[in-house]
Protein backbone atom coordinates (compact mmCIF):
# COMPACT_ATOMS: atom_id res chain seq x y z
CA UNK A 1 0.00 0.00 0.00
CA UNK A 2 1.48 3.31 -1.03
CA UNK A 3 1.03 6.43 1.04
CA UNK A 4 -1.77 7.88 -1.00
CA UNK A 5 -3.65 5.10 -0.06
CA UNK A 6 -2.78 5.62 3.62
CA UNK A 7 -3.39 8.86 3.29
CA UNK A 8 -6.72 8.19 1.84
CA UNK A 9 -7.48 5.51 4.31
CA UNK A 10 -6.82 7.86 7.49
CA UNK A 11 -8.90 10.50 6.00
CA UNK A 12 -12.32 8.67 5.43
CA UNK A 13 -11.32 7.03 9.29
CA UNK A 14 -11.18 10.68 10.89
CA UNK A 15 -14.09 12.05 8.68
CA UNK A 16 -16.53 9.32 9.87
CA UNK A 17 -14.87 10.10 13.58
CA UNK A 18 -15.75 13.59 13.73
CA UNK A 19 -19.33 13.06 11.97
CA UNK A 20 -20.34 10.93 15.10
CA UNK A 21 -18.02 13.38 17.98
CA UNK A 22 -17.93 16.69 17.14
CA UNK A 23 -19.76 19.75 19.18
CA UNK A 24 -18.47 22.77 17.05
CA UNK A 25 -18.06 23.00 13.43
CA UNK A 26 -15.54 25.73 12.27
CA UNK A 27 -14.43 27.03 8.76
CA UNK A 28 -11.99 29.52 8.26
CA UNK A 29 -9.54 31.14 5.00
CA UNK A 30 -5.91 32.59 5.55
CA UNK A 31 -3.63 34.27 3.29
CA UNK A 32 0.31 35.44 3.99
CA UNK A 33 3.70 34.34 2.64
CA UNK A 34 5.57 30.66 1.76
CA UNK A 35 8.87 29.72 1.92
CA UNK A 36 10.96 26.85 1.29
CA UNK A 37 14.46 25.31 2.68
CA UNK A 38 16.23 23.51 0.71
CA UNK A 39 19.57 23.72 -2.26
CA UNK A 40 18.99 26.87 -3.07
CA UNK A 41 18.21 28.26 0.24
CA UNK A 42 20.26 26.22 2.74
CA UNK A 43 20.53 28.62 5.42
CA UNK A 44 17.53 31.07 5.71
CA UNK A 45 14.52 29.34 7.45
CA UNK A 46 12.52 32.22 7.88
CA UNK A 47 13.16 33.51 3.73
CA UNK A 48 9.74 34.33 1.90
CA UNK A 49 9.67 34.30 -1.40
CA UNK A 50 5.78 33.84 -2.26
CA UNK A 51 2.35 34.06 -1.58
CA UNK A 52 0.27 31.58 0.03
CA UNK A 53 -3.64 31.51 0.55
CA UNK A 54 -5.99 28.84 1.93
CA UNK A 55 -8.98 27.18 3.83
CA UNK A 56 -10.32 24.68 6.16
CA UNK A 57 -12.96 23.20 7.61
CA UNK A 58 -12.49 22.20 11.39
CA UNK A 59 -13.90 20.04 14.09
CA UNK A 60 -14.04 21.71 18.01
CA UNK A 61 -14.07 18.82 20.35
CA UNK A 62 -13.38 20.56 23.44
CA UNK A 63 -11.93 23.74 24.36
CA UNK A 64 -8.06 22.29 24.11
CA UNK A 65 -8.14 19.40 20.83
CA UNK A 66 -9.29 20.18 17.78
CA UNK A 67 -8.81 18.70 14.04
CA UNK A 68 -8.82 20.39 10.61
CA UNK A 69 -8.92 19.64 7.37
CA UNK A 70 -6.87 22.20 4.91
CA UNK A 71 -5.69 22.89 1.35
CA UNK A 72 -3.08 25.91 1.24
CA UNK A 73 -1.83 26.93 -2.26
CA UNK A 74 1.72 28.45 -2.06
CA UNK A 75 4.55 29.50 -4.36
CA UNK A 76 8.18 29.50 -3.72
CA UNK A 77 11.13 30.09 -5.54
CA UNK A 78 14.96 30.81 -5.18
CA UNK A 79 17.92 31.93 -7.58
CA UNK A 80 21.58 31.35 -6.84
CA UNK A 81 22.30 34.38 -8.92
CA UNK A 82 21.28 36.25 -5.67
CA UNK A 83 23.17 33.86 -2.98
CA UNK A 84 25.47 35.69 -0.82
CA UNK A 85 27.32 32.75 -1.19
CA UNK A 86 30.28 32.54 -4.19
CA UNK A 87 29.80 28.50 -4.72
CA UNK A 88 26.02 28.82 -5.09
CA UNK A 89 26.52 32.45 -7.91
CA UNK A 90 28.45 29.68 -10.15
CA UNK A 91 26.15 27.00 -9.76
CA UNK A 92 23.87 29.59 -11.33
CA UNK A 93 20.19 27.27 -10.64
CA UNK A 94 17.66 28.57 -10.21
CA UNK A 95 13.61 27.15 -9.64
CA UNK A 96 10.23 28.24 -8.76
CA UNK A 97 6.97 26.21 -8.32
CA UNK A 98 3.46 26.18 -6.93
CA UNK A 99 2.85 24.08 -3.96
CA UNK A 100 -0.78 22.47 -3.37
CA UNK A 101 -1.10 21.19 0.04
CA UNK A 102 -3.78 18.86 1.54
CA UNK A 103 -3.78 17.74 5.35
CA UNK A 104 -4.97 16.83 8.08
CA UNK A 105 -4.14 18.57 11.15
CA UNK A 106 -4.68 18.81 15.06
CA UNK A 107 -4.49 21.49 17.03
CA UNK A 108 -3.87 21.86 20.71
CA UNK A 109 -5.01 25.49 22.37
CA UNK A 110 -3.27 26.35 25.59
CA UNK A 111 -6.06 27.79 27.25
CA UNK A 112 -9.90 26.69 26.79
CA UNK A 113 -10.91 28.64 23.80
CA UNK A 114 -14.41 29.37 23.10
CA UNK A 115 -14.53 27.65 19.77
CA UNK A 116 -14.44 24.28 21.73
CA UNK A 117 -16.80 25.31 24.83
CA UNK A 118 -14.71 27.10 26.73
CA UNK A 119 -14.61 30.79 28.40
CA UNK A 120 -11.34 32.25 26.73
CA UNK A 121 -11.56 35.20 23.86
CA UNK A 122 -7.52 33.71 23.27
CA UNK A 123 -5.32 31.16 23.24
CA UNK A 124 -1.98 30.55 21.88
CA UNK A 125 -1.92 26.90 20.03
CA UNK A 126 0.05 24.29 18.41
CA UNK A 127 -0.08 22.20 15.75
CA UNK A 128 0.71 19.06 13.76
CA UNK A 129 -0.82 16.48 11.55
CA UNK A 130 -0.26 14.18 8.29
CA UNK A 131 -0.57 15.83 4.52
CA UNK A 132 0.68 15.59 0.46
CA UNK A 133 2.03 18.56 -1.29
CA UNK A 134 1.92 19.32 -5.41
CA UNK A 135 4.60 20.07 -6.62
CA UNK A 136 6.25 21.11 -10.28
CA UNK A 137 9.66 23.14 -10.35
CA UNK A 138 9.98 25.17 -13.53
CA UNK A 139 12.99 27.72 -14.46
CA UNK A 140 13.16 30.32 -17.39
CA UNK A 141 16.16 29.61 -19.99
CA UNK A 142 16.67 32.31 -22.44
CA UNK A 143 13.18 33.90 -21.77
CA UNK A 144 11.29 30.59 -22.13
CA UNK A 145 9.60 28.33 -19.26
CA UNK A 146 11.22 25.10 -18.63
CA UNK A 147 8.97 22.15 -16.26
CA UNK A 148 12.07 20.63 -15.02
CA UNK A 149 10.57 17.14 -13.69
CA UNK A 150 10.35 16.41 -17.58
CA UNK A 151 14.43 16.58 -18.23
CA UNK A 152 15.72 14.41 -15.28
CA UNK A 153 18.62 17.30 -15.13
CA UNK A 154 20.37 14.63 -12.68
CA UNK A 155 19.50 11.60 -14.49
CA UNK A 156 16.48 10.50 -12.13
CA UNK A 157 12.86 10.59 -12.62
CA UNK A 158 11.46 11.76 -9.48
CA UNK A 159 7.03 12.09 -8.38
CA UNK A 160 5.86 15.82 -8.26
CA UNK A 161 4.19 14.65 -5.10
CA UNK A 162 5.21 13.68 -1.57
CA UNK A 163 4.13 13.32 1.86
CA UNK A 164 4.48 16.15 3.95
CA UNK A 165 4.29 16.20 7.90
CA UNK A 166 2.93 19.69 9.12
CA UNK A 167 4.11 21.35 12.42
CA UNK A 168 3.87 24.99 13.72
CA UNK A 169 2.50 27.42 16.14
CA UNK A 170 -0.24 30.14 16.56
CA UNK A 171 -2.31 32.49 18.48
CA UNK A 172 -6.30 32.78 18.23
CA UNK A 173 -8.07 35.85 19.30
CA UNK A 174 -12.46 36.04 19.47
CA UNK A 175 -13.29 39.16 18.11
CA UNK A 176 -17.04 39.03 18.22
CA UNK A 177 -19.51 36.53 18.69
CA UNK A 178 -18.51 33.81 16.25
CA UNK A 179 -15.54 35.69 14.42
CA UNK A 180 -12.15 35.33 15.07
CA UNK A 181 -9.19 35.52 14.01
CA UNK A 182 -5.84 34.05 13.89
CA UNK A 183 -2.31 34.24 12.64
CA UNK A 184 0.65 31.20 12.62
CA UNK A 185 3.70 30.26 11.26
CA UNK A 186 4.51 26.11 10.37
CA UNK A 187 6.58 24.06 8.64
CA UNK A 188 6.35 21.15 6.32
CA UNK A 189 9.03 18.04 6.45
CA UNK A 190 8.89 16.83 2.48
CA UNK A 191 9.19 13.61 2.02
CA UNK A 192 11.43 14.08 -1.42
CA UNK A 193 14.55 16.49 -2.32
CA UNK A 194 13.34 17.30 -5.36
CA UNK A 195 11.16 20.88 -4.58
CA UNK A 196 13.82 22.99 -6.49
CA UNK A 197 14.33 19.69 -8.95
CA UNK A 198 18.59 19.54 -6.94
CA UNK A 199 19.35 16.71 -4.72
CA UNK A 200 22.48 14.98 -5.78
CA UNK A 201 25.11 15.19 -8.30
CA UNK A 202 25.62 16.58 -12.00
CA UNK A 203 24.07 15.12 -14.70
CA UNK A 204 26.11 11.82 -15.84
CA UNK A 205 26.48 11.05 -19.48
CA UNK A 206 25.23 7.93 -19.27
CA UNK A 207 22.21 8.57 -17.97
CA UNK A 208 21.34 11.18 -20.83
CA UNK A 209 17.76 11.07 -22.75
CA UNK A 210 17.70 9.35 -25.78
CA UNK A 211 15.36 11.90 -27.49
CA UNK A 212 17.78 14.10 -29.01
CA UNK A 213 15.90 17.60 -28.25
CA UNK A 214 15.41 16.63 -24.76
CA UNK A 215 18.92 15.36 -24.65
CA UNK A 216 19.79 18.90 -25.54
CA UNK A 217 17.83 20.44 -22.70
CA UNK A 218 18.61 17.88 -20.13
CA UNK A 219 22.65 19.09 -20.63
CA UNK A 220 21.63 22.78 -20.90
CA UNK A 221 19.12 22.82 -17.68
CA UNK A 222 21.68 20.33 -15.62
CA UNK A 223 24.18 22.91 -15.47
CA UNK A 224 24.08 26.44 -16.04
CA UNK A 225 27.44 27.78 -14.37
CA UNK A 226 28.94 28.40 -18.14
CA UNK A 227 26.28 31.16 -18.32
CA UNK A 228 28.56 32.98 -15.30
CA UNK A 229 31.96 31.26 -15.46
CA UNK A 230 32.01 30.69 -18.92
CA UNK A 231 32.52 27.11 -18.57
CA UNK A 232 30.48 24.40 -16.78
CA UNK A 233 31.56 23.04 -13.61
CA UNK A 234 29.80 19.57 -13.24
CA UNK A 235 30.21 16.21 -14.39
CA UNK A 236 30.27 12.72 -13.23
CA UNK A 237 30.62 12.65 -9.59
CA UNK A 238 30.22 16.09 -8.76
CA UNK A 239 28.16 17.25 -6.33
CA UNK A 240 25.34 19.55 -7.44
CA UNK A 241 23.13 19.50 -4.58
CA UNK A 242 23.13 19.84 -0.66
CA UNK A 243 24.22 16.83 1.34
CA UNK A 244 20.42 16.73 3.32
CA UNK A 245 17.55 14.02 2.16
CA UNK A 246 14.85 16.06 2.19
CA UNK A 247 13.44 19.88 1.41
CA UNK A 248 11.35 21.63 3.36
CA UNK A 249 8.80 24.51 2.83
CA UNK A 250 6.85 26.99 5.35
CA UNK A 251 3.66 28.98 5.87
CA UNK A 252 3.24 31.73 7.51
CA UNK A 253 -0.15 34.11 7.54
CA UNK A 254 -3.22 35.49 9.09
CA UNK A 255 -6.51 34.43 8.44
CA UNK A 256 -10.16 34.53 10.06
CA UNK A 257 -13.31 31.61 11.09
CA UNK A 258 -16.57 31.76 11.87
CA UNK A 259 -17.78 29.19 14.45
CA UNK A 260 -21.28 27.54 14.02
CA UNK A 261 -21.86 27.12 17.69
CA UNK A 262 -24.08 24.55 18.87
CA UNK A 263 -26.63 24.62 21.74
CA UNK A 264 -25.64 21.66 23.01
CA UNK A 265 -23.51 21.39 26.07
CA UNK A 266 -20.07 19.98 25.42
CA UNK A 267 -19.48 16.62 27.13
CA UNK A 268 -16.17 16.48 29.33
Given at each position: MNYKQ???????????FIQTKAQVWEIGAHAGGAGYI???????????????????????????????????????????????????RQRNLSFESNLQEFSLMVDFNFFDYFAGGGYSRFSPYLYTGVGAVLFNPKTTYQG????????????????????????????????????????NIGYRNAYTDYLDDVSKNYLDSEKYAADASTRQMQILLSDRSNEVLGYNIGGKDIQRGDFRKRDAYMFVGIGITYTFVSQKCFNF
Open positions: TLLGITLSVLSGDLNPTNPLKISGLSVGGFVKANFDPNWALSFNYTLGKIKANDAQSTSEQLKSYKLALYDTEGYDYKTYALSIPFGFGLKYRVKENWSVFT
